[in-house]
């Protein structure tokens, strides 16, 4: 084979792998993206199986203030455990103990932290192999903290969610989405960690206030948080919530405070391309694209709002 001949055949056999790679990717990203769909549907069976014994769907956070200055703040994933055939696991939880941020957790719950479960874990996240207890698919509360629309998502805290108050109907009505785990203990990344707010914003202001503030602050002046979604044991929008203030993969960097475990901005987001898949509070899954009308997501976001829900 001369020197010409082999140069043509290197040049061809470098064009059709060009060629092919993509299509591999591809493939590859399509069977994680049905798996990631898999878990939201094995989720939200998990959640109907919990409302079937205790009247209602699984409450948003349980907890509460234990002494002066110690409290905790127990996620709905913790709930969901024993119906997915992980009672010894929801068993070993301690709910009396205190525990409200990571840093906050007792000695006693400090071992579950690392346990890895694959159900809450998206294989398109990066992070999922890395990290141990984390969490990847979090859970609709509405779009603010204690803003004026409060405890209008799926699931509000402290107790269960009759179906009754599902009035938009559970095919309406946003359960779960997904959001990138933390950057933990590698670079802070504005997609998939949140930024210190230090302005005079609060958990009672609405959603859109959040929104402006959050892209008012300037990159040079932000400070990451690279916690979230770091345990699928915490409730709240830092580990185990989010908000549907912001459309999906939202442009508009998270930001916000540590007060009620994340009180800010907290957008749904993932590493699919173009979008996340969101889970019905029936049980169906949806792909829901980064470019749906803010609108629409806010509604359905709601369970009790009245909207006519147009996803475009």
């Known amino acids: 084979m001369t020197l010409v001949e082999l140069l043509v055949t290197v040049g061809i056999i470098s064009l059709l792998v060009g060629l092919i790679l993509p299509a591999v990717q591809a493939a590859r990203e399509a069977s994680r993206r049905a798996a990631c769909v898999h878990n939201l549907r094995q989720l939200m069976l998990a959640a109907h199986a919990y409302a079937a014994t205790w009247d209602g769907m699984p409450p948003s956070l349980t907890g509460g203030q234990l002494a002066r200055g110690i409290g905790n703040s127990f996620s709905l994933h913790c709930r969901l455990l024993p119906y997915l055939d992980l009672q010894p696991l929801y068993a070993s939880i301690n709910f009396g103990l205190p525990g409200v941020t990571l840093p906050m957790i007792a000695p006693g719950n400090a071992s579950v932290l690392d346990i890895k479960i694959a159900t809450f874990l998206c294989p398109s996240d990066p992070a999922a192999d890395a990290n141990g207890g984390a969490v990847s698919y979090r859970i609709n509360v509405g779009p603010c903290s204690d803003c004026p629309d409060t405890r209008t998502g799926a699931f509000v805290s402290f107790r269960a969610t009759r179906f009754a108050e599902y009035a938009d109907g559970t095919s309406n009505t946003l359960a779960f989405s997904e959001k990138?785990?933390?950057?933990?203990?590698?670079?802070?990344?504005?997609?998939?960690?949140?930024?210190?707010?230090?302005?005079?914003?609060?958990?009672?202001?609405p959603a859109d206030a959040w929104r402006s503030a959050c892209a008012a602050q300037r990159s040079a002046r932000?400070?990451?948080?690279?916690?979230?979604?770091?345990?699928?044991?915490?409730?709240?929008?830092i580990y185990t919530a989010f908000f549907v203030a912001g459309p999906p993969n939202d442009p508009?960097?998270?930001?916000?405070?540590?007060?009620?475990?994340?009180?800010?901005?907290?957008?749904?987001r993932s590493y699919h391309p173009g979008g996340v898949n969101a889970a019905m509070a029936d049980g169906s899954v949806r792909w829901c694209e980064s470019s749906i009308n803010l609108a629409a997501w806010r509604a359905m976001g709601s369970r009790a709002g009245g909207e006519i829900v147009d996803p475009r």
Do not use: H, N
């Not at 990138?180 to 202001?205: C, H, N, T, V």
């Not at 960097?253 to 540590?258: A, E, Q, S």
């Open 180 to 205: 990138p785990i933390g950057s933990g203990r590698s670079a802070s990344s504005a997609f998939r960690d949140w930024a210190m707010y230090e302005g005079l914003l609060e958990r009672k202001d």
């Open 222 to 237: 932000r400070v990451w948080a690279t916690d979230g979604g770091g345990s699928w044991l915490l409730g709240g929008a």
């Open 252 to 268: 508009i960097p998270d930001c916000g405070k540590m007060s009620f475990v994340g009180t800010g901005l907290f957008s749904a």
